[in-house]
């Protein structure tokens, strides 16, 4: 089979329900993906910050064959010798007491929400069934029924109601609209240190350290949702440590699965965490060994090999570089480490075609809500490789392969 071959099967037996760049990958190594033709691309999305530490890391795919040699599931119906371990070093890395794990980012964000809540009921005295938790306009953080019931993307929300009540939207980075919000039975605040999904979008300056105080001050849980913007991406362990806050609770995914299998959590403190008593909250798969050893491997990778270092060096640079390029089309450049939004002038049209146009010279990037090209390498890249991608991204900006408009 071809790649249209692929393509069109795909159309014909799954659900339209994204729209991917016409690739069809078949082998990838540390920032390097092969398509089924033999064609090479540099990966510049790597999947949403899934793969920081790169494609198939050797010492996770270790960890992962060994682990898969001795046993892979067990339930939380019985204990298993790795998740003890691997929360344990979640905890020591993250400086939280305690750690719950989960698969997907959409049910660790579940998680949060339920732990806040009954955190609320519980602790905090807020009468039953009356607690709100605060949210940002613009959020990205899943896919389930109660998240998108709180997203404002019409395209995620439409058409799947009626949706969980109990939450309030603020502006993203408006820590007055986040006091004012505050009533006796707020619960908490749940917001991205960066907004990933809404275009790589930077809170203002003294956002979060005024967010932070304004939660401590009335009793709300702060919930950085870290699941994109953690493990190195924006150039810190967490892109909370920007600002001093880890959160109340906090929120990781993605890489925390070293690129392999889906390993997600929440972290917080014992009073919280031990709101959860047995038969309240699980997963059939949420702590299982196969997880839990690429897991440790995983932060292994990211602790190891400094990544956050890596990104926070490597990030400045190409940043400062993409601001120099010259072109008519690019309105401005943000971010912070590898984790940076190039957005394009409405009135040069949709950053897709220039997605396209780079896809033809090898670099695979993605276009995130119309206007914003989104460039999220794995943390592993070599600089003289970024070089070589910015050459080709000042020559794609300056449009001439693009339609533009
Ligand atoms: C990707 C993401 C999620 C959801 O994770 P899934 O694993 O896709 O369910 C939640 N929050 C943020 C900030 C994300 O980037």
Redesign the pocket.
Same mark, same amino acid.
């Given at each position: 089979m071809n790649t249209n071959d692929y393509i069109s099967q795909v159309d014909r037996v799954s659900a339209h329900n994204y729209h991917p760049l016409p690739v069809v990958l078949r082998r990838g190594e540390g920032e390097w993906v092969w398509d089924v033709e033999g064609k090479k691309y540099l990966d510049m999305l790597s999947a949403? !910050?899934a793969v920081n530490q790169g494609h198939r890391h050797p010492r996770i795919i270790e960890a992962l064959k060994e682990q898969a040699d001795s046993l892979t599931l067990t339930s939380r119906a019985f204990h298993n010798d790795q998740m003890g371990p691997f929360l344990e070093q979640l905890c020591e890395t993250t400086g939280f007491e305690r750690a719950l794990p989960m698969n997907? #980012?959409? @049910?660790?964000?579940e998680t949060a929400i339920k732990a806040a809540r009954k955190w609320g009921y519980l602790v905090k005295g807020v009468p039953e069934g009356q607690a709100e938790i605060i949210v940002c306009e613009e959020n990205?953080? #899943?896919?389930t029924t109660t998240i998108v019931g709180f997203s404002s993307d019409h395209g995620s929300r439409h058409g799947f109601g009626p949706f969980t009540p109990g939450f309030v939207t603020i502006p993203y980075g408006d820590a007055d609209a986040l006091a004012a919000a505050v009533t006796p039975n707020t619960v908490g605040f749940l917001v @991205?240190p960066i907004q #990933? @999904?809404a275009g790589v979008v930077v809170p203002p300056e003294g956002f979060f350290g005024r967010a932070v105080e304004v939660c401590r001050e009335h009793g709300v849980l702060m919930i950085n949702?870290e $699941?994109?913007?953690g493990l190195g991406r924006t150039g810190k362990l967490f892109c909370g440590d920007w600002d001093g806050s880890r959160g109340d609770i906090m $929120?990781v #995914?993605?890489a925390l699965g070293g690129g392999v299998i889906?390993v !997600?959590g929440i972290l917080s403190s014992s009073e919280i965490m031990d709101v959860f008593t047995p038969g309240d909250h699980g997963s059939t798969f949420g702590g299982n060994p196969l997880g839990a050893a690429v897991a440790q491997a995983a932060l292994d990778v990211i602790l190891e090999e400094d990544l956050a270092g890596r990104s926070n060096e490597l990030g400045t640079w190409f940043m400062d570089r993409l601001r120099e390029i010259d072109s008519p089309h690019i309105d401005h450049v943000r971010g912070r480490g590898l984790f940076v939004g190039l957005v394009i002038k409405d009135e040069s049209g949709s950053a897709r075609p220039f997605c396209e146009a780079l896809q033809a010279r090898g670099i695979l990037a993605k276009e995130t809500h119309e206007q914003v090209i989104r460039f999220a390498p794995p943390l592993v890249i070599e600089r003289a490789t970024l070089e070589w991608a910015l050459d080709h991204i000042a020559e794609v900006v300056q449009g001439a392969e693009v339609a533009v408009g």
């Open positions: 949403y !910050s997907t #980012g959409a @049910e660790a964000v990205f953080h #899943g896919r @991205e #990933g @999904e949702d $699941i994109q913007t $929120i #995914g993605k889906p !997600s």
